[in-house]
């Protein structure tokens, strides 16, 4: 596999490494390379991370990959900590899914920036993200849904949610069955104590609709999935694990899942077959999740 290796690309919705506010625009570094091929690997954090957290938690799922994803791969940047102090932060998260929403938009922008539309191709994205990051790929996708024009969702990888069931379900603000990727996968964990103990009281103040707090499932996706809610050709997959909440970027099972719906996947040949087949007949890992290829599993 690839040893430790930087980003070629990093946009950031950022001010300061640890809390602050979100900037007026996305900046790239370097300046000029998003959007020069055909496809986009996006990379997206979740909440309560520092931008050095970021780039550990993109380092240790891009170095488990067999596919360079270098000339691809963007990594985003975003202040889903509202303070420096991480225990703080952590209390605040009933504030942080309305800078998730304003930095998707900010994104959406970059995205139709002149600098960036006007190199006049279409543009195929792969969104890989993680908790409250998640909700900012949806709302993402649904701003590039929402438009005509050169960005296609190939696939929407979402691990550990933090979304509610009721955002995303049929007919719903964020109806991921509409605003999905071409795939998408949903990585959910019953294990999942954070979301389990704290994301209900976190979004108490959120609301989608006046049948919402009566007949919604208020739960986190990254708890749930989207269980009978699956469609037609698999296009649509939950995938439940026994993951904790910060074990996603790390997990090698993952990682292999992903990569085999990515662009220009160099995995050796006895790694290449159907993940979904994979995952509903490898059944030998201790935790109850799919071994790739017999591998140990112990990290």
């Known amino acids: 596999m690839a040893t430790l290796r930087p980003s070629l690309s990093e946009l950031s919705a950022r001010v300061k490494d640890k809390g ?5 625009f996305i900046a790239e570094s370097p300046i000029g390379i998003f ?15 520092s931008y050095q957290g970021g780039q550990k938690a993109y380092r240790d799922f891009t170095d488990q990959l067999f596919t ?20 703080i932060s952590a209390l605040l998260y009933s504030e942080t899914p309305k800078r998730a929403v304003a930095c998707a938009d900010l994104l959406r922008m970059f995205l139709n920036a002149p600098s960036v539309v006007q190199k006049g191709r279409s543009i195929n994205l792969y969104i890989v993200a993680h908790s409250l990051g998640c ?11 929402d438009q005509t024009g ?7 990888a979402l691990m550990a949610p933090a979304v509610p069931v009721n955002l995303v379900t049929q007919r719903a603000r964020l109806d991921i069955a509409k605003y999905g990727g071409e795939k998408t996968l949903i990585f959910s964990s019953k294990w999942d104590v954070p979301l389990g103990l704290f ?29 009978n809610n699956n469609h037609a050709e698999r296009r649509l997959i939950d995938i439940p694990t026994k993951l904790g909440h910060s074990d996603y970027w ?16 160099r995995r050796p040949d006895h790694f290449r077959k159907d993940p979904i087949q994979r995952f509903e007949t490898i059944r030998d890992d201790p935790l109850g ?7 140990n599993s112990e990290r």
């Open 135 to 145: 909700r900012l790929a949806l709302e993402l996708c649904k701003l590039l849904n």
């Open 250 to 265: 790390t997990d090698p099972f993952v990682a292999e899942y992903i990569e085999q719906l990515l662009p220009n996947n």
């Open 68 to 87: 360079d994803t270098r000339q691809q791969e963007h990594w985003f940047f975003w202040p889903g900590d509202l303070s420096k102090w991480a225990p």
């Open 199 to 227: 994301f209900r009281p976190g979004q108490a103040g959120e609301s989608f609709g006046w049948s919402d707090k009566l007949f919604g499932n208020r739960g986190a996706l990254g708890r749930h999935g989207l269980k």
């Open 289 to 295: 999740r799919p071994n790739p290829a017999g591998r």
């Open 20 to 24: 602050g506010d979100y900037a007026d």
């Open 150 to 156: 050169r960005y296609r969702i190939k696939l929407l």
């Open 35 to 49: 959007g020069t091929g055909e496809n986009v690997t996006l990379l997206i954090h979740g909440f309560n991370v």
